[in-house]
Every structure is written in C-alpha cells, then in structure tokens.
C-alpha cells in the first residue's frame, strides 16, 4: 500500500524520527589521540586535492526516493539493528581501535547526544547508503566528522554533517552562494559523500579502509604513502602506511564506533531504540519561500524547519533554487495543502521604504529588525551608503497570513477538539503475523478507524510489507497539546517499571498503559517495545 499522498506528489519519503539536538549539555573530553575535523578531498593542511569538476552549475540529477527502495532493512523495527546488518567490513585487532573504543566506553553521555541529533538524519542516510550496496558502517562516518551536528564547521572551513570544503564541494556539485550551502544540506551532502567514497573505493582496487583514510587526508596524501612502502618493499594497506596522526585516528574511530554499536550491551551500553521509520519528506515549493512561514504553515518550529533545511543561510530558500523543502513527515499535508492557496509572489514578503533625510543604512536595518548584510544584498548595495529618496527592499515579518491559507493549512489532518492532545500521524509497516486489532490497540486507536483510513475491511487480513496509515491522539500529562512530540520505541530492561519509564520520559503511566493496550492483566516484560510520545525538547531523566 503507498501512502496516501503518494499518489498526489512526487515527494521522497525519508528521514529518521526527530529529537531535539542537545547541544546546550557539557562535552566531555576530547578522544585520545585528538581527531582534527578533516574534510572530504583536502590534505593535512586542509588543501583540496583530486578529482574533476562536474560542468558548472549543474546539479546532480535525482535518484529515485530512499522510500521506494526494496531490502531487507526494512523488515527491522529498530534503525540500530538494520544498521548492525548492514555491517560488512572486517574487524581488525589492533591497539588503535581498543584507545578509541575505550574512550567511547566511558562517554555514553556524549554518544547519546550524538544519537539525539542523528535521529532526524540517520534514516535518510542508512537508506542511501543501503541503495548503493556500500558499507553501513558509512553511516557512522558522520559521528567521526561532525559528531552528526549539521552546522558543524572546523578551522579548515569544512562544514555540514560530511564536512566538506569549499573546493571538494564545488568538484561535487554542491551548490554554495550566498542564500545556500550544499555542503550543509543534507540530502545534497549525503549524495556528494557517498560519491566520493565510491569513488576512493575504486581508486584504490575496493580497499574501503584505504577510501576512508583518503576521504580524511585527501587521496593524494594516501597514494604518495602507498607509494613510498612500495618502493621500500613495505606492505600498503592502512595500517602500514605513515600517515597524518589525524588520519591514523580517524580509521580506528569509525571501527571502535563499529565495535561498540554491533554489540553495545557487550561495553555496558545501551542505546534508545530509533524507529525504522521516515521521518521527514520532500516537499516542492516550487518557488522562494520565507522559513518561518513555511514553519507556520506546516505547523511546526521555526528551529525544527532550519533543523531539518541547515543549507539555507538566510531566512528564505534560494531563489535560485532548489525550490525544497524537508518537513516533518506528519505535517507535510498541511504545508503542502496551504502552499496551493498561496502564490508564490506572497511566499516571501518585501515592504519598500524610501530614504530620508539623515537615515543611515544600519538605523535603517535595525528599524526593521534586520541585518545590514540582508538589506545590502537585496538592494544591490556596496558599502553602507544610501541616498536620500533611495527605494529599499526591506524583508517583512511573515507572522500575519492570510486567513484562507491557514485554513488550507489547518483542513488537513484537522486536530481533536479536545484540547488535551493533538492528531499525530505514523506510518506503520505491518509485520508477519500482525493482526489489525493488535496494530490499533498498539496505537491507541480502534480497528473501524484504522480500517477506514486505509480503504481496507476490518477482517481483512495483512500482508507482511503493507503500510498502514495510523492516526492518534498524542495526549499530554500537562493537559495542552504540543506541536513538538516524537515517537519514541523503548524496550524494556531487566528491572523495569512503568512507573520508572514514566518518570525517565515524564510521561504518564496512564498514557503508557493506553499508548500500548496495558491493561490490569497485562505485565511489562524484558525484551517488550513500548512505544511514547514525548517532548522533542524534553532531556531524559538520569
């Protein structure tokens, strides 16, 4: 079954659950040995090394959506155990990996932080890593690079999760101007990594251990290493090779990272379930769009919508394009119900204010709330000077729609009137054996409803693959709705209660006991998958 939307747009459905970043928390210490963020195609020094150029301006073309692929990742409900799957390269013993490893042993705080933010990202990038036949552990790349914060940017001037330079992503067709940087947008700087990765895999005859070195230090700086135990009669694999102390790092993080995640309960770890699931899609604007509007209008947080859009440098899209945006997936509808009553001449708003006598460029920004740089760019300006009589393009604040749009917006998936929860939206894939009385008492909803959603009979029988849209009413302990929940999966440990899951999620028991058809006869047991809904900006109890 495909979503119901499907069929009314070309979106790619993709993307992992969100959480909110952590990134107010304490860091710990750094790794021992320190790994400089190095970026892709760049030497020791940050120099970019390798590789043509694609023709100028051109973007790559587009793959078909991560959603459509076929595999058997999705037969998993957890992302971490399709990801342990896909694990391919060999494990290797040596004392480099163990350093690193036992580091990250006695840093859980900082991994789950790490996993906090990955969450919005590490379904996308499992999928097309996935669709490429490439390692999974690729996925992990990102938490070596830049500890999965998108606006990461090193000395070097690498940025977004891959952390590219300026030069490699220019070779990758990664757009970068005033408006937009692909090196930060993730699905453009997903697409150019994994490139580039396939590309070292080739370079040196499918050694991915020799393409990883290089995707830190540059390929050139690996071949004149192979070149130089060649002529000395040395072996050239990895770990004979004199290498930059960072790149000799940065090899070992990513396998204790590998190590550590196939078996985490082996180190006395344990990690939160990440549900194996899209969490955002793909709209088409079309056009221009200013970012808080398109928040308002698909009922989200200006913060979630830069979150998931971190190539933008303004506050609008390029109007050069791409014309996208990614939105969480359960209010991708109503953005995209809303965009079809408003025209694009209204999508990003403009007053013209005329200069008098003794007005300044900065007093004239600082008026209207906006950035010198801003009003400068707009109006074509160089320098501060502006002239009396002067017409300028100033941004206006998009808070104030017109009534007709935020009805469209608000007719889609139009919340309960009770004002104690709100509609929520998941797609469910069904799994062998699953019953459809067992799916809604699961989700808190009732089999004619679930039924009648889906365009199926109530008795009929499920087919182990098929999607089911389910919706629900998210209730809050607080007694107000929030636009903010996420669908958490908990397993439940040796020792566990509801009343302590309760508390550790500041949820109520009562919500997990309907969330999950609890009732008086029903025991929790170890191994058992709860599912929540709770803050995004909620931090979990210790």
């Given at each position: 079954?495909?979503?119901?939307?499907?069929?009314?747009?070309?979106?790619?459905?993709?993307?992992?659950?969100?959480?909110a970043a952590c990134a107010s928390q304490p860091q710990?210490?750094?790794?021992?040995?320190?790994?400089?963020?190095?970026?892709?195609?760049?030497?020791?020094?940050?120099?970019?090394?390798?590789?043509?150029?694609?023709?100028?301006?051109?973007?790559?073309?587009?793959?078909?959506?991560?959603?459509?692929?076929?595999?058997?990742?999705?037969?998993?409900?957890?992302?971490?155990?399709?990801?342990?799957?896909?694990?391919?390269?060999?494990?290797?013993?040596?004392?480099?990996?163990?350093?690193?490893?036992?580091?990250?042993?006695?840093?859980?705080?900082?991994?789950?932080?790490?996993?906090?933010?990955?969450?919005?990202?590490?379904?996308?990038?499992?999928?097309?890593?996935?669709?490429?036949?490439?390692?999974?552990?690729?996925?992990?790349?990102?938490?070596?690079?830049?500890?999965?914060?998108?606006?990461?940017?090193?000395?070097?001037?690498?940025?977004?999760?891959?952390?590219?330079?300026?030069?490699?992503?220019?070779?990758?067709?990664?757009?970068?101007?005033?408006?937009?940087?692909?090196?930060?947008?993730?699905?453009?700087?997903?697409?150019?990594?994994?490139?580039?990765?396939?590309?070292?895999?080739?370079?040196?005859?499918?050694?991915?251990?020799?393409?990883?070195?290089?995707?830190?230090?540059?390929?050139?700086?690996?071949?004149?290493?192979?070149?130089?135990?060649?002529?000395?009669?040395?072996?050239?694999?990895?770990?004979?090779?004199?290498?930059?102390?960072?790149?000799?790092?940065?090899?070992?993080?990513?396998?204790?990272?590998?190590?550590?995640?196939?078996?985490?309960e082996r180190y006395g770890l344990a990690f939160s379930?990440?549900p194996n699931e899209p969490y955002f899609a793909i709209?088409?604007?079309?056009?221009?769009?200013?970012?808080?509007?398109?928040?308002?209008?698909?009922?989200?947080?200006?913060?979630?919508?830069?979150?998931?859009?971190?190539?933008?440098?303004?506050?609008?899209?390029?109007?050069?394009?791409?014309?996208?945006?990614?939105?969480?997936?359960?209010?991708?509808?109503?953005?995209?119900?809303?965009?079809?009553?408003?025209?694009?001449?209204?999508?990003?708003?403009?007053?013209?204010?005329?200069?008098?006598?003794?007005?300044?460029?900065?007093?004239?920004?600082?008026?209207?709330?906006?950035?010198?740089?801003?009003?400068?760019?707009?109006?074509?300006?160089?320098?501060?000077?502006?002239?009396?009589?002067?017409?300028?393009?100033?941004?206006?604040?998009?808070?104030?729609?017109?009534?007709?749009?935020?009805?469209?917006?608000?007719?889609?998936?139009?919340?309960?009137?009770?004002?104690?929860?709100?509609?929520?939206?998941?797609?469910?894939?069904?799994?062998?054996?699953?019953?459809?009385?067992?799916?809604?008492?699961?989700?808190?909803?009732?089999?004619?409803?679930?039924?009648?959603?889906?365009?199926?009979?109530?008795?009929?029988?499920?087919?182990?693959?098929?999607?089911?849209?389910?919706?629900?009413?998210?209730?809050?302990?607080?007694?107000?709705?929030?636009?903010?929940?996420?669908?958490?999966?908990?397993?439940?440990?040796?020792?566990?209660?509801?009343?302590?899951?309760?508390?550790?999620?500041?949820?109520?028991?009562?919500?997990?006991?309907?969330?999950?058809?609890?009732?008086?006869?029903?025991?929790?047991?170890?191994?058992?998958?709860?599912?929540?809904?709770?803050?995004?900006?909620?931090?979990?109890?210790?």
């Open positions: 079954m495909m979503f119901p939307r499907t069929a009314q747009r070309a979106t790619w459905m993709l993307g992992a659950l969100a959480l710990p210490a750094a790794p021992p040995p320190a790994v400089t963020v190095q970026s892709p195609g760049s030497d020791a020094n940050g120099n970019a090394t390798g590789l043509a150029a694609p023709a100028e301006g051109a973007m790559p073309s587009a793959r078909m959506p991560s959603e459509w692929h076929v595999g058997t990742g999705e037969d998993f409900d957890d992302l971490f155990d399709r990801l342990r799957d896909g694990f391919v390269l060999d494990e290797v013993q040596e004392p480099a990996i163990d350093q690193q490893l036992a580091w990250l042993e006695r840093n859980q705080e900082y991994l789950e932080r790490v996993f906090q933010r990955a969450q919005r990202y590490l379904y996308h990038i499992v999928c097309e890593v996935e669709a490429r036949g490439m390692p999974l552990e690729f996925a992990l790349l990102p938490v070596v690079e830049s500890a999965y914060e998108p606006f990461a940017y090193s000395p070097s001037r690498a940025a977004g999760l891959w952390q590219f330079i300026p030069g490699t992503g220019d070779r990758f067709g990664l757009k970068q101007n005033w408006w937009f940087d692909g090196r930060r947008d993730v699905v453009e700087s997903t697409r150019a990594a994994l490139d580039y990765l396939q590309i070292l895999h080739d370079q040196f005859d499918g050694d991915w251990l020799l393409a990883i070195a290089a995707y830190n230090v540059g390929e050139a700086g690996v071949q004149r290493a192979i070149d130089r135990n060649a002529a000395a009669g040395l072996p050239t694999d990895f770990w004979h090779l004199r290498l930059p102390a960072e790149t000799r790092a940065y090899v070992p993080k990513l396998l204790a990272m590998k190590r550590l995640m196939a078996e985490p379930a990440i709209i088409d604007t079309s056009s221009q769009i200013d970012l808080k509007l398109a928040a308002q209008l698909a009922g989200s947080t200006y913060e979630e919508i830069v979150a998931l859009n971190p190539g933008y440098n303004r506050w609008a899209t390029d109007p050069g394009g791409p014309h996208r945006l990614l939105v969480p997936i359960d209010q991708a509808d109503r953005l995209e119900a809303a965009l079809t009553t408003l025209p694009a001449g209204e999508r990003v708003r403009y007053v013209t204010h005329t200069v008098a006598r003794h007005e300044t460029l900065p007093g004239i920004a600082k008026q209207y709330g906006t950035s010198v740089a801003v009003v400068a760019k707009l109006n074509e300006i160089s320098g501060k000077k502006v002239s009396v009589g002067q017409e300028l393009k100033i941004p206006q604040d998009s808070a104030q729609l017109p009534d007709k749009v935020l009805l469209a917006a608000q007719r889609v998936d139009r919340p309960s009137t009770d004002v104690s929860g709100r509609r929520h939206q998941i797609v469910h894939r069904v799994r062998r054996g699953e019953t459809l009385r067992a799916i809604a008492r699961r989700h808190g909803t009732n089999v004619d409803t679930l039924a009648r959603i889906n365009g199926i009979g109530a008795n009929d029988p499920l087919v182990a693959g098929q999607r089911l849209v389910i919706k629900t009413t998210v209730r809050h302990s607080r007694g107000e709705s929030s636009a903010s929940s996420r669908r958490v999966l908990y397993t439940v440990r040796p020792g566990d209660t509801l009343s302590g899951i309760s508390r550790q999620y500041q949820v109520s028991v009562q919500q997990l006991k309907t969330w999950n058809g609890i009732n008086k006869q029903h025991q929790i047991r170890a191994g058992q998958r709860l599912v929540m809904y709770v803050d995004s900006n909620h931090k979990r109890s210790s």
